[in-house]
């Protein structure tokens, strides 16, 4: 049984907060909970999944048990406000397996339930995070976000690369205190990781402590996967994105809370009877991805088009304004969305440690000819030797080219969320393998 002074809920840590004033600057990382091992994922049933889904092809049989450590810790919000995140801390534990280890910071992938954490040893995130890193022997922090789980902030800030970056980097604070109290021991290195919008949030913490904290987090390489590093160039794109019903909207509300340069009015971005509801429905309590699109339209319910993986336009053009979206392509110098975005584009770095970029060039949701050839070009503009880029697709055609004949909606709907992580991550550890 979870012991009661784990169960601190998202009310109490809002009070807690709320106490210590305005900003939690000189806080940031501090435990608001006394950490505790919830459960231990043994190597027996480590493997046994792996075998089921394939996966430990690509971790290797597990060589550590796995202790699931829940988070929640101070860390704070878009303009430096008291707030909170939650996530969890895997630790490597048994046999061989007791030596200090590098930390990887995992951000996780667009997540739309509110209330889904990561420190669920059910979790399939987490469960991937369990078999590629820590039955390796990596210890690993992944945050939950902003405005998710046990978090008190008020909605979350989706694709905005300074609370990504500090959600992550006092997960990597929260991690080490958490250690400290578990008497477990880690050897200073850190690597950094993401899939999909935690390659958004990976890569912009990687930039954040190698410009401002490299004397404190000591980063010897960023794994950054399938991420959308070059927002304001998506922008330029006419047509839609697979998924774009999620992760358009909830950005454009996101950054219309952060900015509130977006719309002058709900109604003047979005179409009836989306606009009655989209700015408070992303992350949901309830819903998820499949039920969004299959909750409507029923009298009290709210819900997002379907067509994933068909017909995407139809989805924008069912929820968005058309000359809300025809002025994002069609000016794009005076634009607010397209200035939002310039905002949270991550092309203006240098990094000085190791970084891998991966993607799959068929990807129809983050398309690395947009984001990650980019990312790499502008590396490549500065005279960087240190950043490697990998295209999985060759693997994913090999793998599920007949899915791709047979049932081309499904090999789509399938792509990014489901043959495209784990290659990447596989991609990720093989470099950290090298560095540890």
Not at 207 to 223: F, M, Q, T, W
Not at 267 to 286: D, M, Q, R, V
Not at 374 to 403: Q, R
Request: contains cysteine.
């Amino acid at each position: 049984m979870i012991s009661m002074r784990l169960r601190l809920s998202a009310v109490s840590a809002a009070v807690l907060l709320a106490a210590c004033g305005g900003s939690d600057t000189d806080r940031s990382g501090q435990l608001l909970e006394t950490p505790a091992s919830i459960y231990t994922m043994t190597k027996a049933q480590l493997d046994a999944a792996g075998t089921s889904s394939g996966l430990i092809g690509l971790s290797g049989a597990a060589k550590c048990d796995v202790n699931v450590v829940p988070l929640n810790y101070v860390t704070p919000g878009v303009k430096g406000e008291a707030s909170n995140a939650s996530g969890v801390l895997l630790l490597p534990t048994g046999t061989g397996c007791t030596a200090a280890a590098p930390l990887v910071a995992y951000a996780k992938g667009t997540d739309v339930q509110r209330n889904r954490t990561l420190a669920s040893p059910t979790d399939s995130e987490t469960g991937l995070l369990a078999a590629m890193y820590a039955a390796q022997g990596y210890a690993v922090v992944a945050t939950d976000y902003l405005g998710f789980a046990k978090s008190a902030y008020t909605y979350h800030p989706y694709l905005h690369a300074a609370s990504e970056a500090t959600s992550v980097i006092d997960s990597i604070r929260a991690a080490r205190n958490a250690a400290k109290v578990l008497g477990a021991s880690l050897n200073g290195k850190v690597m950094l990781t993401g899939y999909s919008q935690g390659g958004h949030a990976s890569m912009a913490a990687h930039r954040e402590i190698e410009k401002n904290l490299s004397s404190e987090i000591n980063v010897v390489a960023g794994a950054h996967l399938a991420g959308p590093y070059n927002l304001s160039g998506s922008m330029k794109l006419t047509d839609a994105i697979a998924g774009y019903q999620f992760f358009v909207p909830y950005f454009i509300t996101a950054w219309q809370k952060i900015y509130g340069t977006l719309y002058s009015n709900v109604s003047t971005a979005f179409k009836a009877p989306y606009s009655g509801w989209i700015e408070t429905l992303l992350p949901n309590a309830t819903l998820n991805y499949t039920t969004l699109v299959t909750n409507g339209p029923t009298a009290g319910q709210y819900w997002l088009p379907g067509f994933l993986g068909q017909n995407p336009n139809q989805a924008r053009d069912e929820v968005f304004q058309a000359a809300y979206i025809t002025d994002i392509t069609a000016n794009p110098n005076t634009n607010p969305v397209v200035a939002a975005a310039k905002l949270n584009d991550l092309l203006d770095w240098s990094p000085k440690s190791k970084v891998l970029l991966c993607g799959g060039s068929g990807d129809p949701t983050v398309n690395p000819a947009v984001h990650q050839n980019v990312m790499k070009a502008a590396f490549d503009a500065k005279g960087l030797t240190n950043v490697t880029s990998v295209d999985v697709n060759p693997t994913i055609e090999l793998l599920y080219g007949s899915v791709k004949t047979s049932a081309p909606v499904t090999f789509y709907s399938n792509y990014h969320g489901g043959y495209e992580p784990p290659l990447c991550h596989a991609q990720g550890r093989g470099l950290f393998d090298l560095l540890k």
